[in-house]
């Protein structure tokens, strides 16, 4: 049995990404190949040496008062140190901290760790010295496996880092990253990994023809698509209780997008498109608004708050409501409720979502660039993400058709068993395997 290293980069207690679920599922699948799982956190949690408070401050998003101006100049102090090395200590998990509220966003682990503002700091000091720094355990693991390329490394043990896209290289205008320094960590990270991982194989050949990482040096593992029994299996009935009371629309009756709403995510098409579809079944946005986000949304017009919790459009567009988060067990509710499930992104790197709604049961709309095509298969109703008109018509024909629906959710099922953890593990070991 070897001890692997993952990071809780992505890993919040609150809110979820997509890179959290990659996170999170590997976490289970470190474990299902027999080995031990360390998460390493970055958190602002102080480093007491009171093991009581440590596990206290650590599921306390507030612990932290200092005044943001001197949190800033510690962390340019440090930064201007140079490259340095953290410490990471160990959290306690005793039970004395009741934790049933992250019980969905916890990994699978059998030690916590965390070292204060670890990823910001790194980040940092990256920026002024080019180069990552290192992070001590006290315990150190066999193999570092960080899930989101980090200027960090554990010295002495190999190092796999998992690239999931070069959005900021291939889309430079859809993210805020610093573009130069961008590549020169991952040119850097090169330098220093022993192996990286990535997710399909059109971010393989982007890694390879824009950032210059020998093919050979890069392994494609997919990622496997997977939720709980109790979710997956629950009582329809009970499913179109819990959408129709939210929502107020009826189950199976209504389009959904979940995600980050942000320019690859395509929104402000998505809008235009259902507009001009004029169909009468609403459609559900489930994100938070991210970078740009109001130029997005600006087709939606004014809003209303509805119970505190999501925003109802005025006049025609009444038909779209928009939730900014649902708790996991929620959001695989209105999954399943859903007519039909809409992501005409610009970019994926895999695009998860597709498939978690293919496993459960509902049919898709996506786009033919990126990875979506390898990902998809012929199981989605597939458009061109810049093609408004190519949208519109997608969700008339699946609106419609109700033929046409069972078709997409018959080969939906078939193509999300073609990324079952089984089968996802089984790639993971074959990478282990060379370095443990």
Not at 170 to 185: E, V
């Amino acid at each position: 049995m070897s001890r692997i290293l993952i990071d809780g980069y992505n890993l919040g207690l609150e809110k979820g990404t997509g890179v959290a679920t990659y996170a999170r599922n590997l976490s289970y699948e470190i474990a299902n190949l027999g080995h031990e799982v360390d998460v390493l956190y970055g958190n602002r949690a102080s480093a007491t040496r009171n093991d009581l408070l440590r596990e206290i401050y650590f599921f306390d998003s507030s612990v932290d008062d200092r005044d943001r101006w001197l949190e800033i100049l510690d962390q340019a102090y440090r930064a201007i140190e140079g490259p340095f090395t953290f410490r990471a200590k160990q959290i306690p998990v005793t039970g004395r901290v009741i934790t049933r509220t992250f019980q969905s966003r916890l990994p699978k682990f059998d030690r916590l760790y965390n070292a204060p503002d670890l990823f910001t700091r790194a980040q940092s000091a990256f920026k002024l010295w080019k180069r990552p720094s290192t992070i001590r355990m006290p315990h150190k693991p066999d193999l570092a496996h960080w899930t989101y390329p980090i200027p960090l490394h554990v010295t002495g043990r190999p190092n796999i880092y998992t690239l999931h896209d070069v959005v900021p290289l291939r889309l430079p205008y859809t993210t805020l990253d610093h573009k130069r320094r961008y590549l020169q960590l991952l040119q850097t990270l090169d330098q220093k990994a022993a192996h990286f991982v990535t997710v399909s194989e059109n971010s393989k050949r982007d890694l390879v023809d824009l950032v210059g990482i020998a093919p050979e040096r890069i392994t494609n593992t997919y990622q496997s698509v997977s939720i709980p029994d109790k979710y997956l299996n629950k009582p329809e009935d009970q499913v179109a209780r819990e959408v129709e009371g939210l929502t107020g629309f009826d189950y199976k009756g209504y389009f959904l997008f979940w995600g980050s709403l942000e320019p690859k995510k395509n929104i402000g098409r998505l809008i235009e498109a259902y507009l001009s579809a004029q169909v009468e079944t609403p459609l559900v946005i489930v994100g938070a608004q991210a970078w740009k986000s109001e130029q997005e949304l600006k087709l939606l017009g004014d809003t209303e708050t509805v119970y505190g919790s999501f925003e109802r459009r005025r006049g025609a567009r009444k038909r779209i409501i928009q939730m900014p988060y649902a708790p996991f067990p929620l959001l695989v509710s209105l999954i399943r409720g859903a007519k039909a499930a809409m992501f005409p992104s610009l970019y994926e790197g895999f695009g998860l979502p597709v498939l978690e709604a293919m496993l459960l049961g509902t049919p898709v709309i996506c786009s033919n660039t990126s990875s979506l095509p390898e990902v998809a298969g012929d199981a989605a109703l597939m458009v061109d993400p810049y093609d408004t008109q190519a949208i519109t018509l997608a969700i008339r024909a699946l609106d419609a058709d109700v033929g046409l629906r069972d078709h997409h959710i018959a080969l939906g099922h078939q193509q999300a068993a073609r990324y079952s953890p089984e089968i996802y593990r089984e790639r993971l070991k074959d990478v282990y395997d060379r370095f443990l």
